[in-house]
């Protein structure tokens, strides 16, 4: 029983609401060999829930709706949620500075950093291009207020509050504004909020999910034919922007707490019109040009809201959100006007979550029937910029390659390592997570990248790596990562690092 006044609504199988939904469970996840899903729906303030396979292929115990798995990106939502309610209660303002609580988050332009707000953050109008460790990810050491303090050093591609970026960062520093304006830290104040009054025991985030739920799915990422575990990344300095854990039974807390206004078994958990600000539009988007799994690509409208990406879906209202991470994937919708939410959770990094998402909601309104897999890929492409031409045969590098080993070094993402042995060049971004990597000459100066680790080798396709030269050897090299600007870091340290 939740902490409201009236019992919970029964738990029922998927197959009971429609049986045609299991079906489309089955189909998608199943063709795509995803290990192991959790699929939760509310219609009419019921509570509907399917899990599917097993938490982990190095540990098939089946997964149960107590079962929690990764959200990525869907945890932005948490951190709206939860400044909502300090709104409500007077603590803090959607406009007031973020530099009142997070001084550390700095801006290319000190004058626009000094404007940036609580709201800014949360809606993704920072106009920040996704570029650098920032967006593809730090090692979990490395110290938030490094990464904010970092962000002085990457130019904007639009004026603050002109249009939607997506800025993870963002969603970290209102994490952290949320946890100093209480005194309490991000996660307790969360669970103070919202966690608790809802009964959502099978929820937490970051480094504290690691030991604070047993029941939790594995990371997985399909390489071909084959299925292989990935080990779990539980970090603190992407909390908010990623990072929750949240089993199925708590995922129907959560989308009937959006669903009802705040109210959830009798109880007000945040105020209706508190909580209505973070569906609310903030900053412009355009469907089937901005990110597909955000804004439905045939949608007549699209916007981003605060934690939550607003469209419509044949012209029904549409709130959602999808998340990812190296081994997991996840996606949100909120049909409003319908009565209807949906959360698919996956414990693989994989492209069926989404248009199953969509699958789902589309059987439920009654829509016709579609591919909604071949739908997304084509929508993808279309708006995929185009990548490197992979170096054919005979590409031979004008300079011999140790003149383009050392160290290079950008004041964001600090240290890119260049390695020259036996076997050719090799790098690392020394605070990157799982970014290690091989090159192969494209010929003069250029290298194409190719990621060691896995999904980096599957999701980052078509990097390159430019060297700049004078005197016999590099003096400065240039990242570029499709559809990003580059980052240009400059040798510091003129001989092979270790490797």
């Known amino acids: ?51 599917h396979g097993v938490r982990s292929i190095g540990h098939p115990d089946p997964v149960t709706p107590s079962t929690g798995f990764n959200i990525g990106s869907c945890s932005k939502a948490f951190v709206s949620a939860t400044l909502a309610s300090l ?51 730090f090692l979990p050491e490395v110290p938030v207020q ?20 997506y800025v993870n960062a963002g969603h970290t520093a209102a994490a952290v504004a949320v946890g100093r304006i209480t005194g309490q830290g991000f996660l307790p104040t969360l669970h103070q909020r919202v966690l608790q ?73 945040i105020p209706k019109e508190a909580l209505a600000e973070t569906h609310r539009p903030q900053a412009v988007a355009t469907p089937g040009k901005d990110i597909v799994s955000l804004f439905y690509p ?60 969509y699958a789902l909601a589309a059987s439920l309104l009654g829509l016709p029937a579609r591919d909604w897999v071949a739908y997304f890929q084509a929508a993808g492409a279309a708006t995929a910029t185009a990548v490197a031409t992979p170096p054919g045969p005979g590409c031979v590098p004008a300079l011999p390659l140790q003149a383009y080993a050392g160290v290079y070094a950008h004041p964001a993402d600090g240290e890119l390592c260049i390695v020259a042995g036996a076997s050719g060049l090799s790098g690392y971004l020394r605070d990157g997570h799982a970014m290690d990597f091989t090159l192969t000459s494209c010929g003069d100066d250029g290298f194409a990248v190719q990621f060691t680790h896995m999904p980096a080798r599957l999701a980052m396709p078509g990097w390159r790596l430019d060297f700049q030269c004078r005197g016999g050897r590099a003096q400065s090299a240039s990242m570029h990562a499709p559809p990003g600007p580059r980052r240009d870091f400059v040798l510091c340290q003129p001989r092979s690092p270790a490797a």
Not at 6 to 30: I, N, Q, S, V
Not at 205 to 234: E, K, S, T
Not at 298 to 309: C, F, S, T, V
């Open 197 to 269: 009054p809802l009964g959502m025991t099978g929820t937490s985030g970051g480094a504290a999910a690691r030991d604070a739920l047993a029941d939790q799915a594995g990371w997985h990422v399909r390489d071909g034919d084959a299925v292989l575990a990935m080990p779990p990344h539980h970090t603190d300095n992407c909390l908010g922007s990623g990072g929750m854990v949240v089993s199925g039974l708590d995922a129907l807390q959560w989308l009937r707490l959006h669903l009802n206004g705040g109210l959830v078994d009798g109880r007000q958990v």
């Open 87 to 137: 709104v409500a209660d007077g603590l803090a303002n959607w406009d007031d500075p973020l530099g009142r609580w997070v001084p550390e988050f700095q801006l290319h332009d000190p004058a626009v950093t000094a404007q940036v707000s609580l709201r800014d953050v949360c809606a993704n109008r920072l106009g920040l291009p996704r570029i650098g460790l920032t967006e593809y990810g």
């Open 146 to 165: 490094r990464i904010f303090s970092g962000l002085r050093h990457t130019a904007p591609i639009h004026p603050l509050r002109d249009r939607f970026t």
């Open 298 to 357: 045939g949608a007549r409208l699209g916007a981003y809201a605060l934690g939550w990406a607003v469209s419509d879906l044949e012209g029904h209202p549409l709130v959602c959100h999808s998340g990812s991470d190296h081994g997991v994937t996840a996606m949100t919708l909120l049909l409003p006007r319908a009565g209807i939410v949906i959360a698919v959770y996956a414990n693989a990094w994989t492209g069926a979550v989404v248009p199953l998402a």
């Open 1 to 51: 029983m939740s902490a409201g006044t009236t019992p919970l609504p029964p738990l029922a199988p998927l197959d009971l609401l429609d049986p045609r939904l299991r079906a489309l469970c089955d189909a998608y996840l199943g063709h795509a060999r995803v290990p192991g899903a959790s699929v939760a729906v509310v219609a009419a303030d019921q509570r509907y829930h399917h899990a």
